[in-house]
């Protein structure tokens, strides 16, 4: 208690102006960081690796070679369809020749309109032919070009599982090629907390790599379900980009 005689004497650190802010709320997660890009290569057709073009820790651009299959039954059964893609083009121009030919005689009166017809016939017969056979090409060519592996998107080779001289069998996985440039991280939440969580929101996220520097992302999915056993959510946020 002061009394009225005494005076006290206020400092400016003993005075505090009142300001009206926002108070946040966080939600706390510890994660790791993945590639958001990954894929493993597996080969598509079987075959003998004959040579091994990148090795792990490699970087790749889209469509770079990666390795080659041996294998002569499946490029044989591509020159083959090829052949026969080109007997019926040749039986095509015959056949069309001869309807010509037919219909012109046919327009004279010097043929029969069964005569006429069975050229006509003849010439649709090998039109079906040359796309049956086309077909027959394409596919073939298709599985002559999956014995080239290829990447599939820019990127580093984090796995090689083959080495050259081993037989492979169709869904083998071969590579797996990774891009690092975009990262996501992704942790679990307490179910209590998910509903806190939207998406779209601001996630701040330390690297142990990275000490005393701070990145940002933001929240792109939360799982619907809770795990069982951890009675925690599943929540993949936050896109890194290393520039």
Not at 1 to 27: H, I, K, W, Y
Not at 85 to 107: C, D, G, M, P, T
Not at 138 to 162: D, K, L, N, Y
């Amino acid at each position: 208690r002061v009394d009225d005689s005494e005076v006290v004497v206020l400092q400016p650190t003993d005075v505090a102006t009142a300001q009206l802010e926002s108070v946040a709320q966080s939600v706390v997660l510890t994660g790791s960081l993945n590639p958001y890009r990954i894929a493993e290569v597996r080969a598509q057709v079987p075959g003998l690796v004959s040579s091994i073009r990148v090795d792990r820790g490699d970087p790749v651009t889209a469509g770079q070679v990666m390795a080659v299959l041996d294998a002569q039954g499946i490029r044989s059964s591509a020159a083959g369809a090829r052949a026969q893609v080109a007997a019926a083009e040749a039986n095509l121009a015959l056949a069309q020749q001869r309807y010509e030919s037919s219909r012109k005689l046919f327009e004279a009166g010097a043929i029969s309109q069964i005569d006429f017809q069975a050229a006509e016939a003849a010439l649709e017969a090998a039109r079906g032919q040359l796309a049956a056979a086309q077909a027959q090409s394409a596919s073939a060519s298709e599985s002559a070009r999956q014995a080239t592996i290829t990447a599939p998107f820019t990127g580093e080779v984090s796995s090689r599982m083959v080495n050259a001289g081993e037989a492979v069998n169709p869904g083998q996985a071969l590579f797996q090629v990774v891009n690092t440039t975009v990262l996501e991280l992704a942790g679990q939440i307490p179910v209590r907390e998910a509903s806190r969580v939207q998406r779209g929101q601001t996630v701040e996220f330390t690297i142990d790599a990275y000490p005393g520097q701070v990145f940002v992302g933001e929240v792109e999915r939360v799982e619907p379900v809770a795990d069982p056993t951890t009675r925690r959510v599943r929540l993949p946020s936050g896109r890194l980009v290393l520039l």
